[in-house]
């Protein structure tokens, strides 16, 4: 059967013959599918994407975390330990040749190291107990207290950060809080433990951590708050160090006991809930205190101290600053940083009962001649220095009355204290280069007389008494005893010539002087242009006593660092033989006489029982006095003047030679008897050690 012709319907535009398709809510959800598909495909991709970069980047993170954990030491333990600022200690010898700390010179940091076998049990289980209980456990991060506190910052204040944690701070000084420095601080823990020991961490711990009043480390904290060495502290002294370090100001005892004897609580029962004490032990000094020592004045640091330090001790400091200058060619600020943190142990060459006999008598002005105060309100000043004859400065002060204040104006050795030294210079200008080159003996006869019209026409010089001079012939001796000082002039003039006379003060007595003092002025009677201290005229004047050497004045024996190592070294310290053996045999005789001769300007001055020679000076308008001498013991220069030039009204008494009198006197009390030609040996002995 033949079908019906069908009606020629257009397509609709889904496809579909007839009618168009009915619309229905299913309908238009299919229509949505696309474009959820898509979506969902471009969510995939990203999430995808994200994986894959989180997992290059965390890969990438996670090999660089691993080759700086497990790669080269990030912090050289040993490099801190030797090179980080460290307190210097000055030492001296005493009587008995025992070795006593004379002072500390430090920056702002006051540390000496200890090593950890010197340290007590009690102090390691203190710190470790009360700081990081995990800490033998941990591999340099505990991840637990960590995790905790990134998740609850308000665990904070419980503190995340174990020992090797607080030593990376302590050694880089990076103690900000971002996210950034606390992953870097992990890295360097983590890498830290894997080079070096626990014993090698806490060591460096227990050395650096700030313990308030100045104090880093725990040498320092234990010598300050207990007056002890660390290895001798007790229970409660280790427990009182370690509950101060959570806040190193507000928990030390000089600002808040109250606070100190909480943490000390604090750190007795931490101690004991790890097992490290008994229950008895926690009750018996639970609520106690150690003894603390008084706080000082003020903190001491660097060249800031409350402790004033001595003349000799302010010496010893610009020399070896001066004297690592030269060895190691640093410059001022180096050589002093290398003094002030550098952890050397500075053995100083002082005689402490001669030093302190001289410091007592200066302060007090023992002995002094009455003195007349100037305009300004002020009595004349002094400084002195003595020396034995082989270069070792055995005392000096440089002023009188107290001494108030460090780094101040030492007469005895600063080159600003340069003074005029009048006749006292005659011996080393004009005397003993004339004898050494044999031009004259203490028996030649000169010409006492002035230069016929030298100075502008005029006769020069004249002596001390106002006169020409005598015209009659007068010995060399005669001369020098008498201080006359047409003689020199002359000498020099006549024979000996200027350029000799000043390279003798200045290549053979080091004196110093600059090319302005190439005139008789100058070297004749002494009008230097440049002048002299006490230190150069008793290194001088040293080698009338000792055969003729000239040895370079030293105020230390040794510097080593903090292991022992030799820094620097006085010990074979090496003469130039200035002038002939016989010459200073000539020289000396004729010094003698001037203290013993009743003409001789040094008469007076004789130390009973020991041979003393002298020579004295004084400047014009009496503004400057001089004494430059000894005995087989000791040699010494005094000066003594206003700070300025100004006359003294002395008449012609010398104070320089009242001061000699007195301090020699009394530090020749109980020496036993000498001579030069002992004195003489005993360097003749010392150097054929050294050969």
Known sequence: MKKKAEKNIPLSPDGANGTAPKKSKNKKRKKKHPGLYVAFLTLFCIFVAGMLTVTIVGGTMASHMDSFINGDIAIDLDDYKNSQ?????????????KVIELTRLHGTENRIWVDYDEMPQNLLWAFICLEDRKFYTHPGVDWIRTIAVMIKPEFAGQGASTITQQLIKNLTDDDQTTYNRKFNEILRALNLEKNYSKKDIIEAYLNTVSLGAGCYGVKTAAETYFGKDVSDLNLLECCALAGITKAPYGNNPYVSMENFQIRINRCLKAMWEEGKISEKTYNKYLDKAPKVKPKKSTVTTNEDKSEILSWYEEYVIDQVIADLQEKYEYDYNEAWRKLYYGGLKIYAAVDLSVQKTLEDIYKNRSGFPSSRYDSRGQLPQSSMTIMDYQGRIVALVGGTGTKKENRSYNRATDFRAKRQPGSSIKPLSAYAPAVDLGIVSASSPILEK????????????????????????????????????TVPARIIYESLTIDTALRYCNDKFHLNLSQNDANLSSLAVGGTNTGVTTLEMAAAFACFGNGGRYYEPYSYYKVTDRNGNIVLDNRSNQPQQSIKRETASSMLSMLTKAVTSSSGTGYGSYISRFQTFAKTGTTSDNCDKWYCGGTPHYVTAVWYGYD???????????????????????????????TFNTTIQEVDNALAMTE
Request: aromatic share 12%; charged share 20%; glycine share 8%.
């Open 85 to 97: 600022n460290q307190t210097s200690i000055m030492y001296a010898y005493d009587s008995n040749d």
């Open 450 to 485: 002035a230069l016929k019209g030298y100075n502008n026409g005029k006769d020069w010089p004249r002596n001390f008494n106002g006169d020409h001079g005598s015209g009659e012939y007068v010995t060399v001796e005669s001369a020098l005893v008498r201080s006359l000082n």
């Open 644 to 674: 300025y030039r100004a006359d003294m009204h002395t008449g012609t008494s010398n104070p320089a030679k009242t001061v000699f009198s007195y301090v020699f006197r009394k530090l020749h009390q109980n020496l036993p008897a000498k």
